[in-house]
């Protein structure tokens, strides 16, 4: 616990480093392209549409409002992980000549993401509203709880940034892997699918359930859909605490590693 | 006080190199041959007190870049400590924390956040930054349309205005023109005035001696001398020079005439490396002719520390005419009063046939000497210059 103590203290005192390694981060994302920042709301809807045909075509019924809180989501931590991953191999010049505290890097990309995610719920949610009323309901009363599970994917993706930035100066293997892990980790988190469609397929193996609610991205995106989504309650078994737990012992476990290998950044890029 | 302490600081590397390495050559990393370790740096203790302005020489790979890396932390040492008091501003990473798509404007702010310094203070010196870089109707188009000078000057500008305690400085004053070049060393100047500490790595010798308090020299990652720049320079000149260095000693010839031990003397008729302005400086060149040589060619040059060609004569040119030489004999070279002024130089001498067909004996850049200048006038030469 004491070394994600000191991470805060070190957000605080660089908080203006951290502001402009993040605005420059956004600055540089979206310049250059004729629809810039629409990017980001644009590619999840699409993949929402397409996962939905696809779905369609295989007679497999998940709700459109599941499908597009799953894809948003999940976005916002494949752009962390592979942003985290680039953050200080993509930075060498700055690392190898600049004394800093080396963890505003992922915190920085971490932070870029998070505000385009915010960004992009300012059409989620009128879309998913839009959904709601289009079947005759509305948002649940649970909607607070969105917020807390914002805060929990973000500190689940700081620690995924951590980790892969600094295996990624080490092995630059990382980012094959990263790739080959990132698409099996899409198919066993419920993005285009939700619990129920996963209890049906698997009704023969109880325990693969268990194991997907073992799986951080899966507590996280349940606990969104259960937080607007009045029909969704996609349960809380023990397995799920697991999932829970996993994401701020990953934060922990992430910051003392880039901690420890960080020193060797400079010799290394 | 102390502004930078170092107990025993070593950096090392290995031989293969840590670069780009893998996952399979981790894994099978233990079944190769063991890494051979590299101590770019070792065993170096020292302390610089606050307000003084260290040259650190050494031939190419010594160590130095290395120093000034750990100095500013952005290396780590494998063994011993230093510490720093006050805030490090490199000079090594001109530009370096500036991102190409962002304007000047932007990026003055990103480098001085890298640099730890509040925005208010960045937005009460901007003026001063943007004046000093002369970049006032650039301010606001993205780096990336920025000339290689123009970049150079806003990293400098911000370096220099945002009042570090103490400046490292890695062979980066050959930026811009000459008119921005002056105002840089115009600025390093005013630092020391102000009692800031620099570090300052250069192969420009003449800048080193001019400019430092005190040098080190290091060798093979070893802090082997410090003090009084001229002798250390003058040490490292005499021990080192060669190993990849600025400048090269070498010798060649057919040797039917060979130099001897080679003197300089002084005023005083003392051997010595050390000269005066306004002095007198001899060299006594003793010869051996391995046979009888007809009409043979005496000749000399001197050279800068900084490699730059400041005169050269021999004895055609000067008619003196040697009929022959046989067997061993001595020749004096006397260079008047001494017009240089303070620094150091390189002696070089040559013996060649009147046709200039056959080089008999030459030793380039062999004998180096220091001229200490106590008169006070500033330049290159002394000129016979008076007021009326």
């Given at each position: 616990?004491?070394?994600?103590?000191?991470?805060?203290?070190?957000?605080?005192?660089?908080?203006?480093?951290?502001?402009?390694?993040t605005?420059?981060?956004?600055?540089?994302?979206?310049?250059?392209?004729?629809?810039?920042?629409?990017?980001?709301i644009?590619?999840?809807?699409?993949?929402?549409?397409?996962?939905?045909?696809f779905?369609?075509?295989?007679?497999?019924?998940?709700?459109?409002?599941?499908?597009?809180?799953g894809?948003?989501?999940?976005?916002?931590?494949?752009?962390?992980?592979?942003?985290?991953?680039?953050?200080?191999?993509?930075?060498?010049?700055?690392?190898?000549?600049?004394?800093?505290?080396?963890?505003?890097?992922?915190?920085?990309?971490?932070?870029?993401?998070?505000?385009?995610?915010?960004?992009?719920?300012?059409?989620q949610?009128?879309?998913?509203?839009?959904?709601?009323?289009?079947?005759?309901?509305h948002?649940?009363?649970?909607?607070p709880?969105?917020l807390?599970?914002?805060?929990w994917?973000?500190?689940?993706?700081?620690?995924?940034?951590?980790?892969?930035?600094?295996?990624n100066?080490?092995?630059?293997?990382?980012?094959?892997?990263?790739?080959?892990?990132?698409?099996?980790?899409?198919?066993?988190?419920?993005?285009?699918?939700?619990?129920?469609f996963?209890?049906?397929?698997?009704?023969?193996?109880?325990?693969?359930?268990?194991?997907?609610?073992?799986?951080?991205?899966?507590?996280?995106?349940?606990?969104?859909r259960?937080?607007?989504?009045?029909?969704?309650?996609?349960?809380?078994?023990?397995?799920?605490?697991?999932?829970?737990?996993?994401?701020?012992?990953?934060?922990?476990?992430?910051t003392?590693?880039?901690?420890?290998?960080?020193?060797?950044?400079?010799?290394?890029? | 006080?102390?502004?930078?302490?170092?107990?025993?600081?070593?950096?090392?590397?290995?031989?293969?190199?840590?670069?780009?390495?893998?996952l399979?050559?981790?894994?099978?990393?233990?079944?190769?041959?063991?890494?051979?370790?590299?101590?770019?740096?070792?065993?170096?203790?020292?302390?610089?007190?606050?307000?003084?302005?260290?040259?650190?020489?050494?031939?190419?790979?010594?160590?130095?870049?290395?120093?000034?890396?750990?100095?500013?932390?952005?290396?780590?040492?494998?063994?011993?400590?230093?510490?720093?008091?006050?805030?490090?501003?490199?000079?090594?990473?001109?530009?370096?924390?500036?991102h190409?798509?962002?304007?000047?404007?932007?990026?003055?702010?990103?480098?001085?956040?890298?640099?730890?310094?509040?925005?208010?203070?960045?937005?009460?010196?901007?003026?001063?930054?943007?004046?000093?870089?002369?970049?006032?109707?650039?301010?606001?188009?993205?780096?990336?349309?920025?000339?290689?000078?123009?970049?150079?000057?806003?990293g400098?500008?911000?370096?220099v205005?945002?009042?570090?305690?103490?400046?490292?400085?890695?062979?980066?004053?050959?930026?811009?023109?000459?008119?921005?070049?002056?105002?840089?060393?115009?600025?390093?100047?005013?630092?020391?005035?102000?009692?800031?500490?620099?570090?300052?790595?250069?192969?420009?010798?003449?800048?080193?001696?001019?400019?430092?308090?005190?040098?080190?020299?290091?060798?093979?990652?070893?802090?082997?001398e410090?003090?009084?720049?001229?002798?250390?320079?003058?040490?490292?000149?005499?021990?080192?020079?060669?190993?990849?260095?600025?400048?090269?000693t070498?010798?060649?010839?057919?040797?039917?005439?060979?130099?001897?031990?080679?003197?300089?003397?002084?005023?005083?008729?003392?051997?010595?490396?050390?000269?005066?302005?306004?002095?007198?400086?001899?060299?006594?060149?003793?010869?051996?002719?391995?046979?009888?040589v007809?009409k043979?060619?005496?000749?000399?040059?001197?050279?800068?520390?900084?490699?730059?060609?400041?005169?050269g004569?021999?004895?055609?040119?000067e008619?003196?005419?040697?009929?022959?030489?046989?067997?061993?004999?001595?020749?004096?070279?006397?260079?008047?009063?001494?017009?240089?002024?303070h620094?150091?130089?390189f002696?070089?001498?040559?013996?060649?046939?009147?046709?200039?067909?056959?080089?008999?004996?030459?030793?380039?850049?062999?004998?180096?000497?220091?001229?200490?200048?106590?008169?006070?006038?500033?330049?290159?030469?002394?000129?016979?210059?008076?007021w009326?």
């Open positions: 616990m004491l070394s994600s103590m000191n991470l805060f203290s070190t957000i605080w005192h660089r908080r203006e480093l951290l502001w402009n390694l605005s420059r981060e956004l600055k540089q994302r979206y310049k250059g392209s004729a629809l810039g920042f629409l990017w980001s644009l590619t999840p809807l699409f993949m929402a549409a397409i996962y939905v045909v779905l369609r075509l295989l007679a497999r019924g998940v709700p459109m409002e599941d499908i597009l809180i894809v948003f989501a999940w976005q916002f931590t494949t752009q962390c992980v592979m942003g985290g991953m680039n953050c200080v191999t993509g930075s060498a010049n700055l690392v190898k000549k600049v004394a800093f505290p080396r963890e505003i890097l992922p915190i920085s990309q971490v932070a870029a993401n998070g505000i385009g995610y915010l960004l992009s719920l300012l059409v949610f009128p879309a998913l509203a839009l959904l709601l009323w289009h079947s005759g309901s948002f649940s009363s649970a909607w709880m969105f807390f599970w914002m805060v994917q973000t500190m689940f993706n700081l620690g995924l940034a951590m980790f892969t930035g600094a295996a100066v080490y092995f630059r293997d990382t980012q094959h892997l990263v790739g080959v892990g990132l698409s099996a980790w899409f198919f066993m988190s419920p993005v285009m699918y939700n619990m129920e996963a209890r049906n397929l698997a009704s023969k193996w109880p325990w693969a359930v268990h194991l997907l609610y073992a799986n951080p991205m899966a507590v996280i995106i349940n606990g969104y259960a937080a607007l989504l009045p029909g969704a309650d996609p349960g809380f078994p023990p397995a799920a605490w697991v999932g829970f737990a996993i994401v701020p012992l990953f934060l922990i476990f992430g003392w590693m880039y901690r420890r290998l960080q020193k060797n950044f400079a010799d290394l890029l | 006080m102390n502004a930078i302490e170092a107990h025993n600081l070593g950096k090392c590397y290995t031989r293969k190199g840590l670069g780009a390495p893998t399979f050559g981790a894994l099978t990393g233990s079944f190769r041959s063991k890494n051979e370790p590299f101590w770019c740096l070792r065993n170096a203790t020292f302390e610089i007190p606050k307000g003084r302005t260290i040259g650190v020489i050494g031939p190419n790979g010594s160590g130095k870049s290395s120093l000034l890396g750990l100095t500013a932390g952005t290396i780590t040492p494998t063994e011993g400590t230093i510490t720093t008091t006050g805030r490090v501003c490199s000079l090594l990473e001109l530009g370096a924390g500036f190409p798509d962002l304007t000047g404007r932007e990026n003055v702010f990103l480098n001085a956040a890298l640099l730890g310094i509040p925005r208010e203070d960045v937005k009460k010196k901007f003026d001063k930054i943007v004046d000093f870089a002369e970049l006032r109707e650039f301010i606001d188009m993205p780096v990336k349309h920025y000339s290689s000078g123009m970049y150079v000057r806003l400098f500008a911000v370096a205005e945002v009042e570090p305690d103490i400046l490292l400085i890695d062979e980066v004053l050959a930026v811009g023109d000459i008119g921005f070049q002056l105002k840089c060393l115009d600025r390093i100047r005013d630092f020391q005035k102000r009692g800031k500490t620099l570090l300052f790595v250069s192969h420009a010798l003449q800048t080193v001696e001019e400019f430092c308090h005190e040098a080190f020299l290091i060798h093979h990652g070893q802090l082997v410090r003090g009084d720049p001229g002798d250390v320079i003058m040490k490292f000149i005499r021990s080192y020079m060669g190993e990849g260095g600025g400048l090269f070498q010798e060649f010839g057919t040797r039917k005439i060979e130099f001897g031990d080679v003197r300089l003397l002084n005023t005083a008729g003392e051997e010595t490396v050390n000269f005066e302005t306004g002095g007198s400086l001899t060299v006594e060149i003793p010869y051996t002719a391995h046979e009888r007809e043979p060619v005496f000749g000399f040059s001197l050279k800068t520390g900084n490699g730059m060609y400041v005169y004569s021999n004895t055609q040119i008619k003196h005419d040697i009929p022959f030489v046989e067997g061993e004999g001595t020749i004096k070279l006397d260079l008047g009063p001494v017009r240089l002024m620094g150091n130089y002696l070089s001498l040559a013996v060649h046939s009147w046709d200039h067909a056959e080089q008999f004996h030459r030793r380039e850049d062999w004998w180096p000497f220091a001229v200490r200048n106590p008169t006070g006038a500033l330049g290159m030469f002394q000129l016979d210059s008076s009326s």
